[in-house]
């Protein structure tokens, strides 16, 4: 099959990044980016990559709405984690990006954490990809989460979600 690369600058939160994709020309592609608009389930695992701050948890449930528009940009409002099921303070994340044409996705979640007690709010840049699997869209997304810059708490964070 045929490689091709594409190169492009996608500006996200008034910060510009140059994004280089290389694959196959035959990637799967819905002709509507539309049809990945709706409610996306899954779960959330992060890792610890700083050198402080401990996270002890497993992968999470994590439920999102994407609203993708004509020019294949996109906002994702947060439904819920594990902690709001449980009743815990649901701290808001948004997301805003934009689809590639061969389905790769780079966008940035505006998110609020407490730090020393203190609410925190900051950016996450989170790449992936769409793809299909058993006839179902998957989303596959991976990003470095500094929840706590001061005390250096720095996670990757792997969000695993399918189309409901």
């Known amino acids: 099959m045929p490689m091709f690369s594409l190169k492009r600058v ?10 280089c994709v290389n694959g196959l020309s035959q990637a799967p592609s819905p002709q509507n980016v539309q049809a990945f608009s709706g409610r996306w389930e899954g779960r959330k695992a992060m890792s610890q990559r700083g050198a402080s ?16 528009n004509d020019d294949r940009s996109f906002i994702g409002e947060l439904l819920f ?11 808001s994340e948004t997301w805003m990006g934009e ?5 790769h996705v780079r966008l940035a979640a505006q998110k609020k954490s407490y730090c020393n ?9 989170y790449s992936g990809q769409f793809s299909q699997k058993k ?12 929840t706590c810059p001061q005390m250096q708490c720095v996670f ?8 409901k």
């Not at 701050?53 to 993708?68: D, F, K, Q, R």
């Not at 689809?99 to 389905?103: E, H, V």
């Open 10 to 19: 996608v500006t996200v939160f008034g910060m510009s990044f140059l994004v």
């Open 53 to 68: 701050c401990t996270y002890s948890g497993g992968p999470t449930p994590y439920a999102v709405v994407l609203t993708i």
């Open 81 to 91: 984690t594990e902690g709001a099921r449980k009743g815990q303070k649901n701290l």
């Open 99 to 103: 689809i590639l044409p061969d389905l």
């Open 117 to 125: 007690g203190e609410e925190h709010t900051y950016s996450v840049i």
């Open 135 to 146: 006839g179902k869209y998957r989303l596959t997304l991976k990003g470095t989460d500094k």
């Open 156 to 163: 990757e964070s792997i969000l695993d979600l399918e189309q």
